[in-house]
């Protein structure tokens, strides 16, 4: 048994760099940006890599040339020197000068980076344990954007989409060429807002208020995920941004206001329990399913199950009263703040009558709005 | 008189478990903390194995999240407090005493006692996973309020770390009193060999910073049960203040990691090229340069919690200052080499390897230095690639090359050349094939700790867990030629390396049980 070969090492290093063919389907860089402050990290990105590159070349060319020059075995005697002042005063203070040429450019995209002053618009982004939750500031108009790729995916029970773990029910959207100050928090514990095209990655951190700012170039959904580690689905919290030109970006606005008054108008009416049912289970899908899992048996340790658990099958104001105030201290949400009276009557009924809970009653979405009332 | 009773008193040291449970002898307990170092790696790396296979390709196969994150969380503190911190203080049992001509440590005692915690903090981590709920899942760096959420095991995690800080502090509080007071005579500081000033300057920086990682997670316990709320915004505290007292523990900690390894590679380097360490002097100041800078460059761990510019600046700067004295190192390493009479053994291998790869490690450590290009990289791949690159291609390959160059004189016989090399190559080789596509993955957008990603991410992660695997296998390999050497091989002799000047080399192979029990006069 010989070690591998040097020479076959090398030879099959080079035919790997040397096929651009067999890289080109390989993502190497950063995404393209989309904003000139990412156009900016890229280039600062671009020139550190260069310098770094040339720097292992000076290093590594005279170490090389060593290892096979100085070699014991061709006869190379040992010289004696061991010290060289000029030598070691050179290699201290040009590092440092080549550090002050990496620092100027870079402290002037920092100083670019963290000026969020004079924004066009505001929007504040939540995080929560795993979606997050965009609310347009003066514009009266919020929503929760959760992972959309369907389980059976995840489970290899359905061939994977385009954009498996990158896609979400309601993205956010945004103005093209406008300063966009986003405001960022968290809820329960840290999360990251991620657009990697939009050169921003900034903690959520619960309690406190951070800020970002995006003016977009194009059109076009731009694709991100929480980037700090956030308790079980951490992976399965992704962000997409919608870009659009300022005259569409109105009309989808506009469009929002109208379904917002639409659903405000159709909790007012009584629905048959089939029909709460059969929207309580796309609800149950998209909010409880990650915890309670699809059986509602819940994880055991970690969540408690829904099938056959006492409050599910006691009266429905406790159940409710569950749902929308959550339970401090535990990963379970107040979700009155998250859904409509309609999402939530709607999910009370299924989970009342499914798996093994045959209640058969329900919670109409006005038993929702008179909570709410009483909150206020 | 005394010397001579205690001397005939140690020769009949109890055999079987009895002596390596009640010794105090340097040697043992330096074999002591190498086994159990190398234990924790092949366990520690075995759960690498499962996070590979789990993201082998996208969807989930093997793992449900919960447990991958516990996987994650798990393999970095065991790693990094179980296999690296003790392989690093059981090359000081044995070497310290060795290369200052010292009959022991100075707190034999006290030895004995710093070892033998490890393993019960090691049973509490292993245990954890068998906890309800299983084992802690917020990350070997802890971050609250999620680790505020978890159950039991979250206690015994801090319970375990409680236990190895107070392990490491002893270890290096006894390391520290045996540099300074226990030295030949005549062996002036600056005489020392690099191996033991890494080592004094690493001590330091464990007796500075494992009592300010003790007080955090004393505080987190009690936030989790004494009702107070340092890290909770409701309370009147602040999460991101854990992670600045963190990090004041946490970026000392990769120093403590990577010093010792400076020390093993600047004592391989010369014996196989056959020349004295060039710029020693540069070399001392450049350890302790890093060692001090290493204090007020932590926040560069948190460019994205939202700081001011002024601190993103000030982080950003200091830390493009270690650049500076790394960067002697490695000049100097190359110096040493250049005109020497280079030959290519094992352990220079692993040397020149890591000498390569730790520089690759610390190009990426510039780059995510940049505030807004960590700022596109923080808490991606790229970061996963670089502390890789910085703790195994260092740190762990450093500890390998170390027994290598040091088995000889530990055991006696010399080991086997061929399979060595070919543990080299395998490692070598493999590890680069699992950790540099994680730059690319990193740059791509993909995040770390998560246990499926998107299909654009695919093609590197199948690369990266095929290079894992084998670089699991190859470490197989290293155990059965250690154990090979062990139990037989050729006479190693008093000095096999013939450019190795080294006190220990003085010592017959293997040393006897007390050496230097009359200290070698240096003022000579």
């Known amino acids: ?376 | 008189m005394e010397s001579t009773m205690t001397a005939v008193h140690h020769e009949e040291h109890p055999s079987g478990l009895a002596r390596w449970l009640t010794t105090t002898n340097h040697k043992d307990i330096g074999t002591l903390y190498l086994w159990f170092s190398f234990a924790m790696f092949l366990f520690a790396g075995s759960l690498a194995m499962l996070i590979r296979a789990e993201l082998f390709q996208p969807g989930l196969q093997l793992l449900s999240p919960a447990v991958f994150n516990q996987l994650t969380a798990l393999h970095g503190l065991i790693m990094i407090f179980g296999a690296i911190m003790p392989a690093f203080v059981g090359f000081a049992n044995w070497q310290v005493p060795l290369m200052i001509g010292a009959p022991d440590m100075a707190f034999p005692r006290l030895n004995n006692w710093s070892f033998w915690l490890l393993p019960a903090a090691a049973t509490l981590l292993i245990a954890s996973f068998f906890a309800p709920g299983g084992a802690m899942a917020a990350g070997w760096t802890m971050y609250p309020p999620l680790f505020i959420q978890g159950g039991i095991s979250y206690d015994m995690t801090i319970l375990a770390i409680h236990i190895l800080g107070l392990s490491s502090i002893m270890g290096a509080i006894n390391i520290v009193t045996t540099i300074l007071n226990l030295r030949a005579p005549g062996m002036k500081l600056m005489m020392m060999p690099l191996f033991v000033w890494t080592w004094l300057i690493t001590a330091y920086l464990l007796v500075a910073v494992m009592p300010v990682l003790a007080s955090v997670i004393t505080m987190l316990l009690t936030d989790r049960h004494f009702g107070t709320h340092f890290f909770s915004a409701a309370g009147g505290g602040d999460p991101v203040m854990f992670q600045h007292i963190f990090w004041f523990f946490g970026h000392p900690e990769v120093y403590i990691m990577i010093l010792p390894a400076f020390g093993i590679i600047s004592t391989i380097i010369p014996t196989f090229a056959r020349k004295k360490l060039f710029g020693y002097t540069s070399m001392v100041y450049a350890v302790a340069s890093i060692a001090l800078l290493s204090f007020i460059v932590w926040a560069h761990h948190m460019f994205t919690t939202g700081m001011p510019v002024a601190g993103q600046l000030f982080f950003m700067y200091s830390t493009m200052l270690i650049a500076i004295p790394t960067g002697v190192k490695v000049f100097n390493w190359v110096a040493t080499l250049w005109r020497g009479s280079i030959s290519f053994e094992t352990p220079m291998l692993f040397a020149l390897a890591v000498v390569c790869l730790f520089t690759i490690g610390g190009f990426s450590g510039l780059v995510l230095a940049l505030v807004p290009v960590d700022i596109q990289l923080q808490d991606t791949y790229y970061v996963v690639a670089h502390f890789h690159y910085v703790l195994f291609s260092g740190a762990a390959m450093s500890i390998m090359g170390g027994v290598y160059y040091w088995l000889p004189k530990w055991t006696g016989h010399m080991y086997d050349e061929t399979l060595g090399k070919w543990h080299f190559w395998l490692t070598a080789v493999a590890f680069n094939v699992t950790f540099f596509p994680m730059h690319f993955l990193g740059l791509a957008g993909m995040p770390r700790r998560i246990p499926d990603y998107a299909l654009q991410f695919a093609d590197f992660n199948r690369i990266a867990s095929v290079g894992a695997f084998v670089l699991g296998l190859a470490q197989l390999l290293f155990l059965y030629v250690v154990v090979k050497c062990i139990r037989g091989g050729f006479a190693a002799g008093e000095r096999p390396w013939d450019g190795a000047d080294t006190l220990e080399w003085t010592l017959t192979s293997p040393p006897p049980y007390h050496s230097f029990t009359t200290p070698p006069n240096l003022s000579k």
């Open chain 1, 1 to 376: 048994m010989r070690p591998p070969s040097l020479r076959i090492l090398l030879a099959s290093l080079v035919v790997g760099i040397a096929s651009p063919m067999a890289w080109a389907e390989y993502a190497l860089n950063l995404p393209a940006p989309a904003t000139d402050i990412a156009r900016r990290i890229y280039d600062l990105h671009t020139l550190i890599l260069w310098i770094c590159g040339g720097i292992f070349l000076v290093v590594f060319i005279p170490m090389f040339y060593a290892l096979w020059r100085h070699r014991k075995s061709v006869g190379h005697e040992a010289h004696r020197f061991h010290e060289h002042t000029l030598l070691e005063w050179a290699w201290t203070v040009v590092p440092f000068f080549i550090l002050i040429g990496m620092a100027v450019p870079t402290t002037a995209v920092v100083i670019s980076m963290k000026d969020t002053s004079a924004p066009d618009m505001t929007i504040k982004v939540t995080g929560r344990q795993w979606k997050w939750e965009y609310e347009y500031l003066g514009a009266d108009l919020k929503f929760i954007s959760n992972l959309a790729t369907p389980q059976e995916q995840l489970e290899q029970q359905a061939p994977k989409g385009e954009h498996y773990l990158l896609e979400v029910d309601r993205p956010l959207v945004i103005p093209t060429g406008k300063k966009i100050r986003f405001v960022i928090t968290a809820e329960d514990v840290i999360h990251s807002w991620w657009v990697p095209a939009f050169g921003v990655k900034q903690d959520a951190v619960p309690g406190f208020v951070r800020d970002a700012w995006v003016k977009v170039d194009q059109p076009g959904t731009y694709r991100g995920q929480c980037a700090e580690l956030c308790g079980v689905r951490h992976g399965y919290m992704p962000i997409v941004v919608e870009a659009m030109p300022p005259d569409k970006y109105a009309e989808w606005m506009a469009a929002q206001k109208t379904l917002v008054a639409a659903a405000q108008a159709g909790a007012q009416r009584e629905y048959p329990l089939p029909e709460l049912i059969a929207m309580g289970e796309r609800v149950y899908m998209t909010n409880c399913v990650a915890c309670h899992q699809a059986n509602g048996a819940g994880i055991p340790g970690a969540f408690p199950a829904l099938n056959g658990s006492k409050l599910v099958n006691g009266p429905p104001a406790g159940h409710l009263d569950r749902v929308f105030h959550g339970k401090p201290g535990t990963a379970m949400q107040a979700f009155g703040g998250q859904l409509s009276d309609m999402d939530i009557a709607a999910v009370v009924s299924f989970e009342r009558n499914s798996w093994g809970n045959k209640m058969g009653d329900g919670v109409q979405p006005r038993d929702v709005a008179a909570l709410r009332r009483t909150e206020k």
